[in-house]
């Protein structure tokens, strides 16, 4: 009977083999055109895998499986990887540089920390090689022995960042509640003693996995869901009883996760008794704030955990690429995002990386707040009658907040990073998608490089100034911001009246849009729209060197603009203002003039329609258009009025301003166009949707 279901199984492979070789059209049932290729190789690795004889179906390797329906993206895809991966790399090779070199940190809590950043680093390493393999040459196989030994290092170290997160938990209740023999308790070797039982205990509970998964049959399929191994997944494919297994693994995982983390949190109860008996309120936030980054590094540990365990539980309905984003946040966020947690919430690491990226003089400056800052450089001024020639800016962060700078950088991160994948996102869709290449969404894509260009121009100084309180920028690094933040401000309005030209011909000429905006005549534009920023920003920066600035040094904001600068210098500065006011009329003013007369003439077509469904239409192609010039024009317009009538106002407001203005329209463009263009909108969709 197992021969004739054998020979079954052969003869079917080899039937749909011939069908694919017979004709390069035939089409699976309920499958893309985009993975026949997929397929076919994935039959024929079966089908080389099926043994002779009459003995059953028993692959010696599996197939890694990265984003299904979406294999033609994985060059890609693997953009974002290539980033994660480099950052928890130089982040936690940071940590540990950082840990060894300064003697002040040689103290139990930075020790622990050492040993977290090396458990990250390892988990990283361990995943690294079949993840981008996948993504960068499609390299799907994995040996049985190979994928045994990556499940072997991913769930040992999981269970060893466990155990770490633990023993850090205890090193703060004894801080804390103990602080007069922290020293004696915590020992250099009772700290090693307590990390080589971390990594003992989770070797010998690991250890016998991949033997019991070794004396399985696997007759099914040998096509895992993810691009690394894992305990749960291999199992699912044996076609022998498992039992033994599950009782295992849940064992383990009582016995060392669930462990682990009852002990954190009545070692928190004691923590919490301990602070609240504390008398004053400074000494209790004091207290808190130690406990504060081990705090997010075990809610980054243990959600994605529970999280990935409630999908696999309950949302078996999910998406199949909802499970794949949860594996991958659930292995790359903790060794991501620890060493940035403590970067910014530790002062002394803080401190030790600006001593590492900052010059000596730089880093004491960094310390003083501005009203100091501006105290010294008047004392200085005062005390010597010589011009100073400043070679430096002081930018600032929140004035007068200081202390809560790293908490802004939180919201920050959060809009840069959804610029980044908003704007990355448009280009990808509008590249890869056929029906797209055409004049308004090729404008759309100039567009969106123009907010990705404006977002990395000032993404330095304010996550600089934010993260590690990286406040003084020189004066050459100050006048190329100003020139990049200038430059891509322009392009993005000389875009928009092309993309204004562009609803003009579509709706008033239809019938020749493609005619008369080719692709050559789009290149020809987007490169008139640069050359004409270029030769509008260049000038100011000949203008500003000649100037001598002997006053106060600090920015008003977390970057540089022109206007800024230019009311610090101790000179005549009517020639500058002069021309960045022809330069503005000349063109950001008529570029809104020119905008104004397009939509004129649309609206005269619009109205000149008989169907009211066809003028709805005709208008519904402006919409994000219009969103658009008001995102970008509406913050410029505040921020110059706020400039010239709201001096009175809180520097605050023209601190949150600022932002406003150089933020949002990179964050927000992408978002309008994904949700008011149907195009964009259906294949962001079929992304995000189960093939």
């Known amino acids: 009977m197992k021969d004739i279901k054998q020979s079954h199984k052969t003869r079917a492979i080899n039937v749909s083999l011939r069908q694919i070789n017979a004709s390069g059209d035939y089409r699976w049932p ?11 190789s994935l039959l024929r690795s079966k089908m080389s895998l099926l043994p002779s004889g009459n003995t059953s179906f ?24 290539c980033l994660i991966y480099t950052t928890v790399l130089l982040g936690n090779c940071t940590i540990l540089h950082v840990v060894r070199t300064d003697a002040s940190l040689h103290e139990p809590m930075y020790y622990f920390l050492a040993m977290l950043a090396l458990t990250d680093l390892g988990l990283c ?125 849940l064992t383990v995982v009582a016995f060392t996760v669930g462990t682990d983390s009852l002990l954190i949190l009545v070692s928190y109860g004691f923590i919490l008794k301990t602070v609240l008996g504390i008398a004053s309120k400074e000494g209790r936030l004091k207290a808190f704030n130690t406990c504060v980054s081990h705090v997010c590094a075990v809610l980054l540990f243990y959600v994605p955990m529970i999280g990935l365990s409630l999908i696999h539980r309950f949302g078996e309905r999910a998406p199949h690429v909802v499970h794949i984003l949860m594996s991958y946040v659930y292995l790359l966020a903790p060794p991501l995002m620890n060493p940035i947690v403590y970067s910014i919430k530790t002062k002394q690491i803080r401190q030790r990386i600006c001593k590492r990226l900052c010059p000596k003089k730089t880093f004491r400056c960094h310390r003083l707040t501005v009203p100091q800052v501006l105290w010294r450089m008047r004392s200085t001024i005062s005390f010597n009658d010589s011009t100073v020639n400043h070679q430096t800016f002081v930018l600032i ?25 908003g704007n990355l996102t448009i280009l990808f869709i509008i590249k890869t998608e056929q029906s797209l290449h055409e004049p308004m969404y090729l404008f759309l894509s100039i567009l969106a490089c123009s907010d990705l ?84 920003c260049f000038s100011p920066l000949v203008l500003i060197k000649r100037l001598p600035f002997c006053g106060s040094n600090v920015l008003s904001h977390s970057y540089c603009l022109h206007p800024d600068v230019l009311h610090l210098a101790c000179a005549d500065t009517t020639i500058n203002m002069l021309y960045g006011l022809v330069a503005v009329i000349c063109t ?104």
């Open 125 to 249: 390493l361990s995943t690294l090689p079949t993840v981008l393999g996948i993504y960068w040459f499609d390299s799907r196989e994995i040996h049985f022995e190979a994928c045994f030994a990556q499940l072997f290092f991913i769930h040992s170290l999981s269970l060893v960042e466990s155990s770490v997160l633990l023993s850090m938990a205890f090193d703060r209740f004894v801080a804390i509640c103990d602080p007069l023999r922290y020293g004696s308790i915590l020992t250099t070797r009772r700290i090693l003693k307590m990390g080589l039982a971390s990594v003992s205990r989770s070797f010998v509970l690991i250890f016998p996995l991949p033997f019991l998964l070794r004396r399985f049959r696997y007759c099914r399929t040998n096509v895992l869901s993810h691009s690394y191994c894992l305990h749960l997944e291999i199992m699912k494919l044996a076609c022998s009883d498992i039992i033994v297994n599950h009782i295992y693994g």
């Open 397 to 421: 962060g929140i004035p007068g907040m200081q202390e809560r700078n790293s908490w802004m950088a939180f919201p920050l991160c959060l809009l840069y990073l959804l610029t980044l994948f």
């Open 453 to 536: 260009g404006l977002a990395l121009t000032t993404m330095p100084t304010m996550l600089g100034v934010y993260w590690f309180d990286a406040r003084e920028i020189s004066f050459t690094a100050c006048l190329t911001q100003i020139f990049f933040i200038h430059l891509f401000q322009w392009t993005e309005s000389g875009i928009l009246v092309a993309m204004a030209f562009d609803r003009l011909i579509a709706i008033q000429n239809p019938l020749r849009y493609t005619s008369l905006l080719p692709n050559t005549v789009i290149g020809k534009t987007g490169l008139a729209i640069l050359a004409r920023s270029f030769c509008v």
């Open 588 to 691: 950001l003013f008529l570029d809104v003039v020119i905008i104004l007369v397009s939509y004129v003439l649309i609206l005269k077509t619009v109205l000149s329609i008989a169907s009211r469904e066809e003028r709805s239409r005709a208008l519904n192609t402006c919409v994000s258009h219009v969103c658009a010039i008001l995102i970008f024009y509406v913050p410029m317009i505040g921020i110059s009025a706020l400039h010239r009538f709201g001096r009175h106002l809180s520097p605050i407001v023209h601190m949150m301003m600022a932002n406003v203005y150089v933020a949002v329209p990179p964050v927000l463009n992408p978002i309008v166009y994904s949700v008011k263009t149907q195009q964009i909108r259906q294949r962001i969709r079929r992304m995000f949707q189960r093939k």
């Open 58 to 81: 028993n692959p010696t390797t599996f197939l890694l499986t990265g984003f299904p329906g979406l294999e033609h993206a994985h060059r890609w895809i693997s953009l974002p990887f």
């Open 30 to 40: 309920s499958l893309s055109p985009s993975r026949i290729p997929q397929q076919k």
